[in-house]
């Protein structure tokens, strides 16, 4: 392995894609609904927060979003769904278009509120309409609601917020319908036509304060934005002798072929984040291996490489999972900055939020999904090269601060 400078990063991406820099390491990886953390940091209800060292790109939103008080960011509503043969999306915020490629669909939805104002009494409920089944009951707070796994699209949804402080706001919602989005719909009214024949393709929500009227409409597409975003930031890197660490949910090894044997062919790591985006540490020895061992033999189908390090889904993992990913091989990736991207989807605070704490050794947790993201990656990698940061894989990083053991989880490299 060449010498790498005395600073070193590494960055994960979340959402299929992590990258590396000296000094620093970036992973990327699929997420859930919310943010995941690790016993030492914040994050989501009843998730383990993750250590994170510089920047880190995530795929996949990991887990259900924090509904601790927050003083910085008003009340949003923070959803994901489940696209036909590709899974469950990364988690989206306040007027975020969730939209699904050319052959797939929404076939089921959860969501849950973040930023929940100190004092106050909310929630929020759903009911979806499922193709030949027809209204489902409601579901509340993260909950999943449809039919995930099988083949039948939603028709249309409605929303509603619960609880005493829920006539402070509307919830704002509309569906990707027949080739066009709806019209807005709000507080518990119908977004899209039942019994036609229609499916829905996309979802996007807001919260607004009462009476406050719509939120301003924003830019959506039903063409897979990962793609774009991830080209620009693989550019970026090519561009500046960098490289990342890109964790992929095995649903969505087999579409994104071409850009995955880029990423090799550009020295990045293509690593594990599970086949369906599983809590590891709910899962038996059987699951943990069936869920590892899909993604790398998808990945290795695809561009010949295996993957040899894993992020576990919102970072949940335990005794238990450590010792079956021990018998596998392979370490388990944390993070020691986390950008909270997935939830400001703000470029300029990512930005910050980087160059702010990075040091030696940091791994940076991002998600790629993001317009934001991206644009914050293309204005970090050069400014961090500057600055004399090697920007590296994760195995990079750790083979040069004394290498990694299967079993163990690691946060940074110093």
Known sequence: MRKMKSRVLAVLMAAGMIFTAQGMTVLAGTTGIGAAKTASQTGGPGEVKQEIGTVTVDDTQETSGETGQNTDTPLQVNYSVYFRNQGWSDPAADNQALSASSESWVTSMKANLINIPSGAQIGVRYKVNLSGTGWLDWKADGVENGGASAEKPLEAIAMELTGSSAASYDLYYKVYQNGSWTDW??????????????????????????????????????????????????????????????????????????????????????????????????????????????????VAAV????????????????????????????????????????????????????????????????????????????????????????????????????????????????
């Open 185 to 298: 719909a709000v507080n518990g009214a119908t977004a899209g036509t039942e019994g036609a024949g229609l499916r829905v393709d996309g979802i996007k929500a807001s919260i607004t304060a009462k009476d406050a009227g719509a939120p301003a409409e924003t830019a959506s597409s039903t063409v897979d934005p990962s793609k774009p975003m991830i080209a620009r930031i693989l550019d970026s890197l090519s561009q500046y002798g960098g490289r990342a660490t890109f964790f992929m949910v095995g649903t969505n090894v087999p579409h994104n072929g071409d850009v995955i044997r880029r990423m090799v062919a550009q020295g990045c790591e293509v690593a594990n984040h599970t086949n369906d985006h599983k809590y590891i540490s709910k899962l038996s020895s059987d699951g943990i291996v069936s869920q590892v061992s899909a993604v790398n033999q998808k």
């Open 303 to 414: 561009c010949g490489v295996s993957p040899v390090v894993m992020r576990p889904p919102g970072g949940y993992v335990d005794a238990h999972s450590l010792s079956v990913l021990g018998s596998m091989g392979m370490p388990a990736i944390m993070w020691s900055i986390d950008t909270r991207d997935w939830q400001h989807r703000n470029a300029q605070r990512t930005i910050n939020n980087v160059l702010s704490q990075v040091k030696d050794g940091d791994i940076i947790l991002m998600h790629d999904i993001y317009d934001a993201t991206a644009d914050a990656a293309v204005v970090l990698i050069p400014e961090l090269t500057a600055r004399g940061y090697q920007l590296v894989t994760v195995s990079e990083l750790a083979a040069a601060r004394g290498g990694m053991s299967a079993g163990h989880k690691y946060s940074q490299f110093r």
